[in-house]
Structure formats: structure tokens, C-alpha cells
């Protein structure tokens, strides 16, 4: 994608974003482990697993993508 | 405080928490950021409009998708499937896929050979200034009326789910669009979109995720449906449609298979700059070929987030939805069935995520509008009309121009749409007055090489003026005029869209063929790159059997066929 330009891949900026996101709502999801939100299926720490999930992809891109120095 | 920034109003679906906040907040950071870091690389005509034109086949296929997965998908078409049930799924897959494949496969390399900067300046090219300056000011005139519906869509989900005033939504979601766009051009457009994808995706499959969850699956989802509205069919897409009164669309096979699936989809997914020009940065001529193709299977799976939730709408709210054009307070309309389900779902944290990913959605549908606009009106209607002879920097400048002036259009066109009842119903109607007669102009124009000038414009000029007669008629007098165009009285506003469609193209061709036969053809050597017969396109025997685009598109199909299979 970047032969001309030498821009940073997008795809490094997907895996920040993911990254950033999965760190958040991981700890929201510990946090309110035992103080469930009032939403429904609430009891299956949805935050918690999605939030894992998004951290690991994030943090994938984040090392495949990263800047290199020329 | 003046009206335009009162922000909090009463009524709120959910109140957002601090990791909500900070989740949204750094959303808005991270595209200006990169808006900033692309201004440095958009220097040029081709860097600012198309994106330097060195883009991989993964990353011009998820633009190009995720360019159709804004506000429409995701409110409209869910409101859409809560509405008419899984017969909205048919826009996604015979309503998409095979005019994606046929994109790749037969027209991208025309587009591509001929280098244009867009589907006008191909017009230009196979015809002459007339049919090409027709289309870019009927495109501009869209482009900026569909980035209104992005604005007001956007607007509408601030409304509901966070009580958020939609003058403010749509202030400052305009401005943020207007900074990373003008400064980094395409290259903003499509990286936009790709982190959009992403989010879309990660923001709203743990709905169906969790409703299946709930429901106990397919079959449990089903039933739920048919306890809560006993004796209508929502969950079959063929089934239905041997009658129009079988369905709550009010359609028939013949509205779906030929005013969908073979004009107004194939004119969409074909002549829709806002697409084509996604796919026209690839770097090369099999990456523009494998580009919508890599795009239609993600296409194919779109309904998971979109049509699904508004299934389960049907089958687990407590309350009913209603049409926007009669509620009474307390009720919502079908276009709010997705934010409902967000927050029926999604506690702190994953409520910012969905959150996100619907504003992502609006802005990158806003982004892509507004950059299509700059490089419509820049190269077919400032540069051949206005000012042939200026340096590039300058065109580069009057893009950047362009889209800030397009954005304060499209805020007067988002104040606009809030007059229609229906989202879905309105941008249907506009891609039938100008796509569906442009699909017959570009398709005619590419395969048979006697279509003369005059009668690429006035076929065009035909079908164009055929639709808006038609849409015009059936909202002043719809007893009288949707049983004669849309063939049914039970014809609802889908339906009525797809055979006005289908009505304009059929009349687009019938005045193109008859005008070329009184006309005189345009010599061949003048229409080599131009016309299939006349153009010697690059096969792929060099190419191992799995790189092939001609394989994949076919996996594609087949994997297409399957699906009606399985949701007859």
C-alpha cells in the first residue's frame, strides 16, 4: 500500500484502536464483575471475554504493523 | 445557551459512563490524528483524489464495502429488517453480491485501463462532455444529498440513545469530517473506513451474539417472532414472494430479481463513484479486479450485524416499533431498533464501543460522500468547464475547497431529510433517479461500440427525467399511481423504489438504442480502451489458480446460491 509514500499501514492504526478499546473495557468488565450493569445477560461478563479478545487482535496488528525504521 | 448547543434534551435511551466517554473521545482524536499525519502524502491530484493509487486489493476491497456500511446499513437497513423481516437480507446478497462480481470481473478493467479519475470522466471519454457533465452534476447533486442522510442518521442516533440534540451531533461530527477529509483527501477517506470496518464489526456483533444467546438460537428466535406477531412471515426471503400480498413489502419475485438484482444493485455497485472510486486506488489492475470481490463476501456477511438485530427486535423488545411518520410520544420508529438493542446488551464500556461504531459509521459515510463530491465537481465539472488550465496544486486546493463547502450542504440536506418519514425509503428513491438510468448508459456504452454520443446523453437524460416523473407521481397521488408503476397497491416504499428503477433503466435503454440507430457511430480506433470488443484485456492464465479473481468471484456466487438455498 505505501511503496511511493512510505506511509504507516493502516492496519497499524486498526490494532491501536483494538488495542486501546480491549484495555478499557477489559477493566470495566473486571471492575463491575460483581456489581453487574442493568442490561440483559448481564451475568455473562460480556466485557470482560470481548475485551480480552480486542486486547490480543490489537495487540497482534499493533507488533505485525508497526513503524519500521528506514 | 442558544438552541444549537443545548445539548441534553429529556429522553435518553442510556447514560453514558466515563470509559464510554473516553471510548468516543478517542475515536474523534485518532481520526484527526491521522487526517493530520495524511496531509504530509496528499500533495498531488492523484495522492488528494485517489489516494495516490497504491492501495492493496484487502484495503481497497474494505473500503470499498465499508463506503455502503455507514448510517444506511446499520440504521436503516436493521429498521428496514425489523420492518419488512429477512426480505431486507436480499439487498445485501442478490442485491449486492452479483453486481460485485460483475464489477471486478468485467468493468473494473475498464475503468482502470482507461485511467479516469471517475465514472463521469468515463463518459467523457466514451461519449463526449454532454452525457458526461449530466452525470457529474446529477452525482454531485446526490453525493451531497446522501451525506445529509449520514448527518441526520448520525443525529437521530445521538438523539435516542444518549439524548444528545441533533443540531449539536450534526455540528460536530460535520466539522471533525471536514478536518481529516480536506487535509488528507482519499488517503483520509480510506483509512477512515477501514478503522470504521473494524469497529463496526467488533461495536456490533456481540448483538446477535447475545440475542442468539437469549432466543436460544435460530429456531428459538423464530418462534418468538411468530408468538409475538402471529400469522405474518418474517423470516423467509423467497418463500414469500410469489404474491404481493404474501409479504409485508409488497413485492414480488419480479421486483426483486429485476429491479434489484439487475439494475438497481448492478447500477449501484457499478456506477456509484462513491464505490468505483474506492476500488480505482488499488495499486494495480488485479488488485482493482479482486478489490469488490474481497469486498462481497464481506458484504455477504453484513446481515449478521444488521439484518439479524432487527430480527431479534421483532422477537425479544418488550415494546413494538412503529413507522417515523406516526409516532406518538413514548413510541419508537424501526429505525431505532439497533440503538435499543445496544443498550439492551451493552453495559459501560461495550455501550462507548457500539456507540463508536455508529458515529464511525455516519462519519465515514459523511467522509466518503464529501471526497467523492471534491473529486466529481473538481475533474468533471471545475477543470473541463470552469478552468482547463490550471496547475495541479490548484486542483488539489479546490478539493479541499470542495469539501468543506459539500459539508455545509450537506448540513442544509440533513435538516432537510428530517421532513421524510423514512431513511431507507428517501436514499432508495435517490438512487433510482440517477443510478439505475446511469447503469443502462455505462453498460451499453461498454459493451456495444455503435451507442453513439448523442444517444449516451439523451438516454440518460431520459431515464433520469422517466424517475423523477415516477417518484413524483406516486407521492402526489399513490392510490392512482403505485398500482400502475410499482404494479400493486400494496406496493409499500421498497418495493416502489425497485420498480421505478427498473421502469428508468428500461427507458434509459430504449432511447439510447433507438437515438444510436438515427445517429452516427463513433469511429473504432477513437473507442479502443473504451469498448469490450475493441479493448484487449489483461486474462490471468499467469496467475496460479487460487490468485484468480475469476475463481473467487465464482466461489462468491456459489457461496450466494447457498444462502437462498438455506433461508428460502
Known sequence: ?70 | MTPLFAVFVAERLVHLSGVDLAIIAFYFLLVLAIGFYLKRFANTGEDFFLAGREMTAWVAGLAFVSANLGSLELLGWAGSAYQYGILAAHWYWIGAIPAMVFLGLVMMPFYYICKTHSVPGYLKLRYGSEASALSGITFAVMTILMSGVNMYAMAVVMKVVLGWNINFSIWVSSLTVGVYVAAGGLFSAIFNEVLQFFLIWFGALLIPILGMVETNGWSGMVARIHQNFPGQDFTHMWAPLGSFSHNPMGINWIGIVFGLGAVQSMGYWTTDFLVVQRVLSAKDIRSAKMAPIIGSYFKMAVPLIVILPGLLGRAVLPMHLYPASSLQAGQHSFNEVLPLMLARYCGPGLLGLGITALVAGFMAGMAGNVSAFATVWTYDIYRPYLNKTAADQHYVSMGRWCTIIGLFISIGTAYFVMRFASIMDYVQALFGFFIAPLFGTVLLGMLWKRVTRWAGFWGLLAGTTASVTMFSLMKIDPVRWVPVFARSPLAQGLAQDMFQSLWSCVTCVVVTVLVTLVTKPRPDQELVGLVYSLTPIAHEEHASFWHRPLVWGIVALVLLVILQIIFW
Open chain 1, 1 to 70: 500500500m505505501t511503496e511511493k509514500h512510505h506511509i504507516i499501514p493502516v492496519w497499524f492504526f486498526v490494532g491501536v484502536l483494538l488495542l486501546v478499546y480491549g484495555v478499557m473495557i477489559f477493566i470495566t468488565g473486571l471492575t463491575e464483575w460483581s456489581n453487574l450493569p442493568d442490561t440483559v445477560l448481564a451475568d455473562k461478563h460480556a466485557s470482560v471475554w470481548w475485551g480480552a479478545l480486542l486486547t490480543v487482535l490489537g495487540a497482534v496488528y499493533c507488533l505485525s504493523f508497526r513503524p519500521k525504521k528506514s
